[in-house]
């Protein structure tokens, strides 16, 4: 089954900085990575994914890299606000017979204003 | 948020208690899902439900029982629980449930501690 490692844990950053966020993968034959985002005391949402057709999509200040040979994937937020202080969890799918998401751990992100 | 409601929102029992949690969606989709969340752990997968047949269950003790009555709710009956089974619970839907490549729409989930 798939494997999905998330780093770091735990990243603050000064309000108006960017902030990285990186996955890595192991199943090569996954071909969809979405990102969510779980604010405190709120349900998880997508913000935005990917798949492997594209190295790159962009969506506002959020942006989403994918390198299929290095099977890693990294979420980018420019310009960061105190609103984007959240839990973030990258997923992978799983191409096996699960066919399901595969999450990785979550990083806090702070924004420090 | 309508989206995917889910019920009770915080749950205290003991261990040798009957409880159900349910979860309700309002979008029209045709699969179902239930997670474990637990701190500084990944989402776990628990059961999906695609068109009201089980099509995933990922090892999950027998203590905790779902059930798909129909495509826009789904229960997780549980029963004679351990205090490491205290987690939020949530409940997701998504279009159809069988690609693993669609969007899942989560509900706020249930706090449950198990004393």
């Known amino acids: 089954g798939e494997n999905v490692e998330q780093h770091p844990s735990t990243l603050s950053v000064q309000e108006g900085d960017s902030a990285v966020i990186k996955c890595t993968y192991s199943d090569s034959a996954s071909n969809y990575f979405p990102w969510y985002k779980q604010e405190l005391g709120k349900r998880p949402q997508l913000i935005i994914d990917?798949?492997?057709?594209?190295g790159e999509k962009k969506d506002q200040r959020i942006a989403v890299t994918l390198n299929k040979t290095a099977k890693h994937f990294s979420l980018h937020i420019t310009e960061t606000q105190p609103e984007d202080s959240a839990v973030y969890f990258c997923?992978?799918?799983?191409?096996?017979?699960?066919?399901?998401?595969?999450f990785g751990s979550g990083t806090q992100l702070t924004v420090l204003p | 948020e309508t989206g995917v409601t889910q019920t009770p929102r915080h749950l205290v029992m003991g261990m040798t208690n009957k409880k159900s949690l349910k979860c309700e969606q309002h979008?029209?989709?045709?699969?179902m899902y239930w997670y474990k969340q637990s701190a500084k752990k990944p989402l776990e997968l628990m059961f999906v439900y695609s068109l009201e047949e089980r099509v995933e269950n990922n090892s999950v003790p027998s203590r905790f029982s779902p059930e798909c009555p129909n495509s826009s709710h789904l229960f997780l009956h549980l029963h004679t629980l351990q205090p490491e089974d205290s987690a939020l619970y949530l409940c997701?839907?998504?279009?159809?449930?069988?690609?693993?490549?669609?969007?899942?729409?989560f509900g706020p989930g249930t706090r449950l501690l198990v004393l």
């Open positions: 997923a992978a799918h799983d191409s096996g017979s699960a066919r399901q998401l595969t």
């Open positions: 990917i798949r492997s057709n594209v």
């Open positions: 979008l029209g989709h045709n699969a």
């Open positions: 997701a839907s998504s279009q159809d449930g069988t690609s693993g490549q669609e969007t899942q729409y």
